[in-house]
Nanobody, 122 residues
Framework: QVQLVESGGGLVQAGGSLRVSCAAS????????MGWFRQAPGKEREFVAA????????YYADSVKGRFTISRDNAKNTLYLQMNSLKPEDTAVYYC???????????????WGQGTQVTVSS
């Protein structure tokens, strides 16, 4: 089992920056691929970014490419998402996910956190 706890969400003005984190614990969590997803009110959960266990493989959704950066610190078992140039449409609950297989751009991860709210005001 892998437990995931997100933190760092909050309220930020459009154009601002925010970094959310995901602390992983449990069974060899550093060997897991991880990803970020988000869900806005009334919308389906959507892929944001994913990273392989070594950090060599990274994927981004087109909507965040060039603005968001995913990274991980395996020594700290922590996943990060640096979000710059935030827009109101980035407002959502952000979830981290982990899977022992590979980084994926779909919601097929075995483990999920509870989410952290990010609100971008215009």
């Amino acid at each position: 089992q892998v437990q995931l706890v997100e933190s760092g969400g909050g309220l930020v003005q459009a154009g601002g920056s925010l970094r959310v984190s995901c602390a992983a614990s449990g069974r060899t969590s550093s060997n897991y691929a991880m990803g970020w997803f988000r869900q806005a009110p009334g919308k389906e959960r959507e892929f944001v970014a994913a990273i392989g266990w070594s950090g060599a493989i990274i994927y981004y959704a087109d909507s965040v490419k060039g603005r968001f950066t995913i990274s991980r610190d395996n020594a700290k078992n922590t996943l990060y998402l640096q979000m710059n140039s935030l827009k109101p449409e980035d407002t959502a609950v952000y979830y981290c996910a982990a899977d022992p297989r590979r980084a994926m751009t779909g919601p097929w991860y075995n483990y999920w956190g509870q989410g952290t709210q990010v609100t971008v005001s215009s």
